[in-house]
């Protein structure tokens, strides 16, 4: 099921489902604080989500997830949880900056992406002497590597290194 919601609607969605958990009930001033806009943006928000029938709201009320807005809530947060646990648990981003970017990457994510990502995650999770081995192998490689240079430079390097390999192969 892929929402048919901009990037903005779909955080309305996540804030009234994460307020809906916290408080119990999702308030405009909560929703604008929680999504970091004015209660204006966020009422003009609400009237377009009600009418697309992804939540119920009424002026000077708590705005409450449809069915249809709560199925796709938890599919965008899952998805992104997916996505947050990969960054923290392999990468070793901490967890701030996993959740935001998280965000960010999950509008352009195939799905099929995705459930290789998923996979890979349930492949970690089994914990294999191997696979621990080679984490923490990456992560200390990783503290090691950047102390040495910035992360800019270490791209910069590997941006070489593969062009370098695309006009070797394209000369055989």
């Known amino acids: 099921m892929k929402p048919e919601l901009s990037p903005a609607s779909e955080k309305y ?6 307020l809906e958990r916290e408080k119990r009930v999702a308030r405009v001033k909560d929703i604008a604080e929680q999504v970091g806009v004015h ?3 966020v009422t003009g928000a609400l009237r377009r989500l009600t009418r697309d029938g992804w ?7 708590a705005a409450t997830l449809t069915d249809k807005g709560l199925k796709t809530a938890h599919l965008i947060t899952g998805q992104q949880r ?13 967890q701030d900056l996993a959740d935001s970017t998280a965000s960010e990457i999950r509008h352009s994510l195939d799905q099929r992406v995705l459930g ?9 999770e089994m914990g294999t002497d191997q696979v621990d081995g080679c984490l923490e192998q990456f992560r200390e490689f ?3 590597r950047l102390q040495e240079k910035s992360c800019a430079e270490w791209v910069k390097e590997y941006i070489k ?5 695309d006009s070797f192969v394209a000369e055989e």
């Open 39 to 41: 209660k204006s943006t």
């Open 116 to 124: 290789r990502l998923v996979c890979f995650l349930a492949f970690i």
């Open 142 to 144: 990783s503290r090691e």
């Open 161 to 165: 290194e593969t062009e370098d390999q």
């Open 82 to 94: 997916v996505i947050s646990n990969f960054l923290q648990n392999v990468l070793g981003v901490d």
């Open 13 to 18: 969605l996540c804030a009234i489902l994460s």
């Open 55 to 61: 939540i119920d709201y009424e002026p000077y009320e």
